[in-house]
């Protein structure tokens, strides 16, 4: 069988176009299989997963947990809000005491960039980082690229425009290792406050006119703004934003072609992208949901065949 050339998902940066391939070729088999009546594989019967949410969730959270129990995993939910984090235990030692009761492999989101790499350095388990803070959210830009595979036949030669809060954005940051890898042109758009300086270091266009990034582009992510990890103002109103970066249906159709639709989710519908266009063809943005599972079914399924227990 083919494997991972990591032991852990930290982030697209480790992963190799191969690794990213192999995720996609054993999505595709996992795709068919929850597409049939009985949606569920023996895979994982021997394995025990803990899914540990220290940040709110939803597509991740369900997502992960559908793909675990479609392979057959025992899989047990860890809520910070409800644990004894508050009582003031630490991520390592809550860690260790949910592996002491034999789990194999930990999901884990954390607001810290990070967690997920100190996690894997220190217990003995498979992570998988479902979104560590501002940095890395690997799975949701597998997803992504798969989605666009699937709709457009090929990542490698398209131009992808990431439109928004580039600056506090997990997904954009493994959006642009994604899509390099596998060979498709990058572009951040947003106003000047929420694109990073280090953005051309990493070999992708910037541009802060909404409107010549989707003359640009083959597709789309608009990505919401992150209020919760703003602690200054980046743009005097949520009206102003929305007025320069929302994308409307008037534009699509202004164009001499038709532009695919992402949004990772949750959408603020009328600030970055309007009700039309996020319920229009164009927009896949349920794909990559139903996308998301089958993808994570893949990740899971990779590392657990490095523990050697299948
Ligand atoms: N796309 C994404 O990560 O959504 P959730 O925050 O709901 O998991």
Not at 110 to 127: C, Q
Not at 185 to 205: A, F, H, N, S
């Amino acid at each position: 069988m083919d494997r991972l050339s990591v032991d852990h998902l930290i982030g697209i940066e480790n992963l190799t176009r191969e690794d990213i391939q192999l995720i996609f070729k054993t999505a595709d088999s996992f795709k068919e299989v929850i597409n049939r009546p009985i949606k569920k594989v023996p895979s994982l019967r021997d394995i025990t997963i803990a899914n540990l949410f220290f940040e709110n969730s939803t597509r991740t959270r369900l997502s992960f947990e559908l793909a675990e129990k479609r392979l057959s995993a025992d899989i047990v939910n860890f809520s910070a809000a409800s644990s004894s984090v508050k009582k003031g235990e630490t991520l390592v030692d809550t860690v260790n005491n949910i592996l002491s009761m034999k789990v194999d492999m930990v999901v884990m989101r954390h607001p810290n960039p990070g967690a997920a790499k100190f996690l894997s350095e220190r217990v003995d388990a498979k992570i998988v980082n479902a979104g560590d803070g501002t940095h890395e959210h690997p799975t949701q830009a597998l997803l992504d690229s798969y989605s666009i595979r699937e709709r457009l036949g090929a990542v490698e030669g398209k131009k992808v425009a990431i439109v928004g809060d580039i600056l506090h954005s997990r997904v954009a940051l493994s959006n642009i290792y994604c899509l390099q890898k596998l060979g498709a042109e990058v572009m951040v758009c947003g106003p000047t406050t929420l694109i990073p300086r280090y953005m051309d270091q990493l070999g992708v266009k910037v541009e802060h006119n909404l409107q010549k990034a989707i003359e640009w582009c083959d597709v789309a992510n608009m990505l919401r703004i992150q209020l919760e990890r703003q602690d200054i103002k980046y743009f005097p109103s949520l009206r102003e934003y929305s007025m320069q970066y929302g994308l409307t249906l008037d534009m699509l159709k202004s164009l001499d072609k038709e532009i695919v639709v992402m949004h990772p989710g949750p959408i603020n519908r009328g600030v970055e992208i309007t009700s039309d266009v996020a319920d229009s063809d164009q927009a896949i943005i349920l794909d990559q949901v139903e996308n998301g599972v089958a993808v994570r079914m893949a990740v899971i399924y990779l590392l657990a065949a490095q523990i050697g227990r299948q």
